[in-house]
């Protein structure tokens, strides 16, 4: 079994935050424990916030490894120029350097079959460059994602918007929308 934290959880949302809010939320609890509880238990409280303290360290370590705005903002630039067969190409070593296994599709609304841990994933990226996303792409690779019993779907686009339409299509039947940012930071995540 699979878990998942809740989106709008006090951990997802610290984990989305920069590194030092968690850090700040373990200082101000540990100083109203000091303030508010009787002497010989303002250590519990204190001891309390080291889940915060580990999420913390966690989004820090995250944030160090990320590339930096300018890097992304310069890996988009690039991807914005590729021609398809190589942004294609680039796709594909991106998940294995993430040790995924890699399949090209021969035809049809699939251009990677992407596996790891016998789960199957099918990548939709040729639209990547589209104006604007509707949600007919969604249901050709939702429609696929059934025929060949994948568990996950991924849209990829760097530009354009996306129609409120599909992005709902999208979260209901499991299709994960990569844009701009994500794809940019899939392209420069090293090991």
């Known amino acids: 079994m699979k878990f998942k934290m809740a989106e709008k959880s006090l951990f997802a949302v610290l984990l989305r935050s920069p590194w030092w809010v968690s850090f700040l939320v373990v200082g101000v609890i540990a100083l109203a424990a000091g ?21 913390g360290c966690i989004a820090a370590w995250r944030q160090l490894r990320a590339p930096s705005p300018a890097k992304v903002e310069e890996m988009l630039g690039a991807i914005n120029s590729m021609p398809w067969r190589t942004f294609c190409d680039a796709l594909e070593a991106a998940w294995v350097r993430d040790g995924c296994t890699v399949e090209k599709p021969r035809s049809g609304p699939v251009d990677l079959r992407v ?23 969604m ?4 429609a696929a994602m059934q025929a ?5 779907g991924i849209y990829v686009m760097t530009q354009g ?16 929308v990569l844009q701009g940012p994500g794809v940019a930071a899939l392209l420069l995540a090293k090991d």
């Open 35 to 55: 303030a508010l509880l009787p002497r010989e238990y303002a250590y519990v409280g204190a001891v309390g916030t080291l889940p915060i303290f580990v999420v």
């Open 148 to 152: 060949q019993g994948a568990s996950a």
């Open 161 to 176: 918007q996306l129609s409120d339409n599909a992005r709902l299509f999208a979260r209901d039947n499991g299709i994960t």
């Open 115 to 137: 596996a790891k841990g016998g789960q199957a994933t099918l990548v939709s990226a040729k639209r990547w460059k589209a104006a604007t996303h509707g949600v007919e792409p």
């Open 139 to 142: 249901r050709e690779l939702q």
